[in-house]
């Protein structure tokens, strides 16, 4: 069945970096656009930004532009999200999800951005 797995969430300083990862199982990963979600405390969803098939087309939310890179790895099945410039309103679950005829995923991985 399809699993997405993030990583690499953790605490870190408001200016910092931070990259996740989203390992991807149970389905052809180079065939599907992929997409960055988050949802912060007390708040709904909010997507990030997204990247076709193929890697060459990506795009994002204006809250990120410029301070996130989303990318993907298709011999190994991972997507990432590179981020710097982290400020507090960061702080979020952050999923890795397929959107298609059915959506899915991941459990999430906590990025905090705290001094």
């Known amino acids: 069945q399809v699993r997405l797995v993030e990583a690499g969430g953790r605490l870190v300083q408001p200016g910092g970096s931070l990259r996740l990862s989203c390992v991807a199982d149970g389905f052809t990963f ?63 679950l952050y999923y890795c999800v397929r959107f298609g005829g059915m959506d899915y995923w991941g459990k999430g991985t906590l990025v905090t951005v705290s001094s």
């Not at 979600?37 to 930004?49: D, F, L, S, T």
């Not at 060459?56 to 990432?80: N, P, Q």
């Open 30 to 92: 180079s065939s599907y656009y992929m997409t960055w979600v988050r949802q912060a405390p007390g708040k709904g969803p909010e997507w990030v930004c997204a990247i076709s098939a193929d890697g060459r087309y990506t795009e994002y939310s204006d809250s990120v532009k410029g301070r996130f890179t989303i990318s993907r790895d298709a011999a190994k099945d991972t997507l990432y999200l590179q981020m710097s410039s982290l400020n507090a309103e960061d702080t979020a």
